[in-house]
């Protein structure tokens, strides 16, 4: 299991963007695949973006096409959310959360089991 730690949220202005980061304290972050879940008030967690340990392959919800980018820097053991074009929808807790695989190309959804979860960070977009 890995303890992830996000930071990043804020409150920002419909248009605007933001950058979610997701500190992975694991030695071997390489071998986890790893996915941005939300979960607004009154409303079910829902899936964000997802990102294969390697990083070379990515999905997304549809509504967040073309306007949200999933990153990972194994280096630095740290999964990123860059958000552009926020609406007031977009408004919830982000939640990280990290699977452990033995596969490099093994792309996390939305029916993934993830053994591990950040505690959230809010982003509120509102004007």
């Known amino acids: 299991q890995v303890q992830l730690v996000e930071s990043g949220g804020g409150l920002v202005q419909p248009g605007g963007s933001l950058r979610l980061s997701c500190a992975v304290s694991r030695r071997t972050f390489r071998s986890v695949a790893m996915a941005w879940f939300r979960q607004a008030l009154g409303k079910e967690r829902e899936f964000v973006a997802g990102?294969?340990?390697?990083?070379?392959?990515?999905n997304y919800a549809d509504f967040v096409k073309g306007r949200f980018t999933i990153s990972r820097d194994n280096a630095e053991n740290t999964l990123y959310l860059q958000m552009t074009s926020l609406r007031p929808e977009d408004t919830a807790i982000y939640y990280c959360?990290?699977?452990?695989?033995?596969?490099?190309?093994?792309?996390?959804?939305?029916?993934?089991?993830?053994?591990?979860w950040g505690q959230g960070t809010q982003v509120t977009v509102s004007s």
């Open positions: 959360a990290a699977k452990e695989v033995s596969w490099s190309l093994y792309l996390p959804g939305p029916e993934t089991y993830f053994e591990s």
């Open positions: 990102i294969t340990w390697s990083g070379g392959r990515t």
